[in-house]
């Protein structure tokens, strides 16, 4: 089998046609006792639940699981994502999880007596992960030690923790490591401490998968989208994910961006597919701040366009999603409610302060930052302004946006136009990534 014990709490949200309420659905007061199990796959054990909802009351007995191993560090350390609106199967996450043995995250109260994990194969993964899990005894836990990088027990942002009368076959690294869990939420019980038992070098940061790529979308409503949602829009890619109003991360599906109720098709997921053709080892994460109708001298601190704080918000955003992985660029375009005589006067001087605040903010001084060009359909003021950007600001590009067409409206690119755009801001930024 793949996944001996898997146990998900989602968030579908599906109701009757007619039906306006919301149930959150609950999962609690479970026994399993006495599996014994051999896994196929990388993917885990596992009992999990979504941000700010958690199983709860669960008893686990007497349970023997033989994981396939050849698990790496870097899917130890790799971005994990919620995905709560998934169909609910093993691979909901991905085809890897954190642990060689037994996951947990957004559990309250668990008790386990009686945990024996063992892997066939070499495996540099923690035995068992526990992220925001609150109220957990594990008794008796026999686990292998397979690689002095990690801890047999990780402790992610959890509380009120037991564990007592583990077994360690091999110490060569530290037991247990906390991230983001200070050391008085963890009590041991007979248990006898040797040397770098404790591994506390990441109880203040989370850990940061340099594989996952995170890109700003900034500017207005041409960056945002206007094109008009088709089947293609809800097609998902397990490595390209979205950071929600929410601020958790989600597969992404079009419309990326929720600054308006016409937000629709834009160029993000083609980029992001279109760069992972070249780049298939990665994950990416789109972080959509744009606003539109916002003129650019809404982009700076502590301005305030029609309740949205574009700049701001875009800063925070981003703050956020380098929690999770690293930032490699910034996709801008915007231009539309500045593209006259006047407004595109000081326009090159706007943006040349935009991006330094923006490297100054994310500590990136050589941050890739690419423009697309204005619509065709639209006067030339600011596309006479963008052409020279690269020659004045450097680690710049401009994708031009030759051929493409407009919706009806006149002002925003059709669906095939803005998944066009998409294509070419990858091609672009590919040529500036620093990929180490």
């Known amino acids: 089998m793949q996944t001996p014990i898997f146990i998900v709490l989602g968030n579908k949200s599906r109701l009757p046609v007619g039906d306006t309420s919301y149930r959150k659905g609950k999962i609690r007061n479970i026994t399993i006792q006495d599996i014994t199990a051999v896994s196929q796959s990388k993917m885990a054990s596992s009992i999990t639940a979504y941000p700010g909802n958690y199983v709860e009351n669960i008893r686990l007995e007497n349970i023997h699981i033989t994981g396939m191993g050849m698990g790496t560090v870097a899917e130890a350390n790799a971005f994990f994502p919620e995905n709560e609106k998934a169909y609910p199967e093993n691979r909901m996450y991905g085809l890897a999880y954190p642990a060689s043995g037994f996951y947990l995250r957004h559990v309250k109260n668990i008790s386990i007596d009686g945990l024996y994990l063992s892997v066939k194969n070499k495996d540099l993964r923690p035995a068992i992960v526990l992220d925001d899990v609150s109220k957990a005894t594990i008794s008796k836990l026999n686990a292998t030690q397979t690689s002095p990088e990690m801890g047999v027990v990780r402790l992610s942002k959890s509380n009120a923790i037991t564990i007592s009368n583990p077994i360690v076959e091999n110490k060569k690294g530290s037991f247990v490591e906390l991230v983001q869990t200070p050391e008085k939420e963890l009590s041991m019980k007979r248990f006898k401490t040797y040397p770098n038992w404790l ?14 790529y995170i ?55 083609s980029f992001a597919r279109a760069l992972l053709k070249s780049n298939p080892n990665i994950k990416i994460g789109l972080v959509p701040s744009a606003v539109g109708g916002s003129s650019i001298r809404f982009w700076q601190p502590d301005s305030t366009y029609i309740g949205w704080h574009p700049y701001d918000d875009a800063i925070a955003r981003v703050k956020n999603a380098q929690n999770y992985g690293t930032l ?74 030759a051929g493409l067409i407009a919706n009806p409206d006149k002002i925003h690119f059709t669906t095939s136009s803005a998944r066009e755009l998409g294509r070419r801001y990858a091609q672009s930024m590919d040529g500036m990534l620093d990929k180490k």
């Open 199 to 212: 591994n506390k070098q990441h109880e203040a940061i989370a850990l940061i998968d340099k594989n996952f």
């Open 215 to 269: 890109f700003l979308l900034a500017g207005q409503s041409n960056m945002a989208g206007r094109g008009f949602v088709d089947d293609s829009s809800k097609l998902t890619n397990d490595s390209i994910f979205m950071l929600n109003k929410n601020n958790e991360w989600v597969l992404a599906t079009d419309p990326v961006h929720f600054d308006k109720k016409e937000a629709g098709v834009g160029p993000a997921i």
């Open 328 to 401: 490699k660029g910034v996709l801008w375009h915007q231009g539309e409610s500045d593209d006259s005589p006047k407004g595109s006067a000081r326009y090159m001087q706007q943006l040349s302060e935009l991006i330094a605040r923006f490297r100054k903010e994310f500590q990136t001084p050589n941050l890739p930052f690419v423009a697309g060009e204005l619509g065709y359909f639209h006067p030339p003021y600011i596309n006479d302004i963008l052409k020279n950007v690269p020659t004045k600001i450097p680690f710049s590009a401009v994708v031009n946006s």
